[in-house]
């Protein structure tokens, strides 16, 4: 049995001695490979919904243009039902057509709908989705925003 052994722990440091691979330096492969990597962040949107009754910024992946008009239009399309489920809802009616003017400031925002459907709540929601929707596309809101309604008009509004 001793024997036995013996010739295991030989065999075995011969075999790690004999494996052909010799030591070297450092060898330069150039640069490190590209394309895709685990864990790149993915393009996203800044929604504002309501939680608890306050107001919440929710995170999406989005793979289109992101521009301060079409998401909007994602923020009037409300909640998905995973965010739904997780308590967050809105307080804008579904479907309204918007869309926002960034081509002088202050940036205005024209809703279809009424001041009155919109205040407190869902103006807030319109205004802090247009203003991260700048943000993210380095736009300054130096002036604030003017949202055009059916039936009034609010300038100098700002995410609060």
């Not at 992101?66 to 994602?74: I, R, Y």
């Not at 960034?102 to 203003?131: F, N, R």
Request: proline share 8%; with cysteine; net charge neutral.
């Amino acid at each position: 049995m001793k024997l036995r052994r013996l010739f295991v722990v030989f065999a075995s440091v011969l075999a790690l001695a004999g494996c052909g691979i010799q030591p070297t330096g450092v060898v330069p492969a150039g640069d490190a490979p590209g394309g895709f990597q685990l864990g790149a962040p993915r393009p996203q949107i800044t929604l504002y919904f309501v939680y608890a009754g306050q107001l919440s910024p929710v995170q999406r992946a989005w793979a289109r243009d992101a521009t301060p008009t079409t998401v909007l239009t994602e923020l009037f399309g409300g909640p998905t039902r995973t965010e739904e489920q997780e308590g967050f809802y809105s307080t804008l009616s579904p479907g309204r057509h918007v869309t926002v003017d960034t081509s002088a400031q202050p940036v205005t925002v024209t809703v279809s709908e009424s001041m009155k459907m919109l205040y407190p709540i869902g103006l807030q929601q319109v205004v802090c989705t247009v203003s991260a929707s700048l943000a993210a596309s380095g736009q300054p809101v130096s002036k604030g925003i003017t949202v055009v309604a059916s039936d009034t008009k609010l300038e100098s509004l700002y995410c609060n």
